[in-house]
């Protein structure tokens, strides 16, 4: 298992852990987490499941495609550095004890 720590906007930490493969979308929406929606089922098709990556993580990822800069033009909360789509975040061990964080508001 993947281990990912996904923080909502107050602070309040939610440990999760994911398969290789699952998106950190899946993973938090199956956890229950309030505050990631990912409204479209992850079909890159809304901004409801914007997260900030934490700056130790965000050379680590893969960047994004030009759909994903495009939608996060969207996000309710502005975007900034490290703004991410969970639906387009792809666990793989590489990636384990990832650390984010919610914005403000998806809507």
């Not at 852990?17 to 899946?26: A, I, R, T």
């Not at 987490?33 to 479209?40: L, Q, S």
């Not at 993580?57 to 309710?76: C, I, K, S, Y």
Request: hydrophobic share 35%; net charge negative; charged share 20%.
């Amino acid at each position: 298992m993947i281990r990912l720590l996904l923080h909502s906007f107050d602070g309040t930490p939610h440990p999760l852990q994911g398969n290789e493969g699952q998106s950190v979308l899946d993973v938090a929406v199956q956890a229950g987490v309030a505050g990631i929606d990912g409204d479209c089922g992850g079909q890159l098709t809304c901004a409801t499941c914007h997260v900030i990556v934490d700056p130790e993580w965000r050379d680590r990822l893969p960047p994004p495609v030009p759909d994903e800069t495009d939608m996060l033009d969207f996000a309710a909360s502005p975007a900034g550095p490290g703004s991410r789509l969970a639906c387009q975040l792809r666990l793989s061990m590489a990636l384990d004890g990832l650390s984010l964080r919610l914005p403000r508001s998806q809507y």
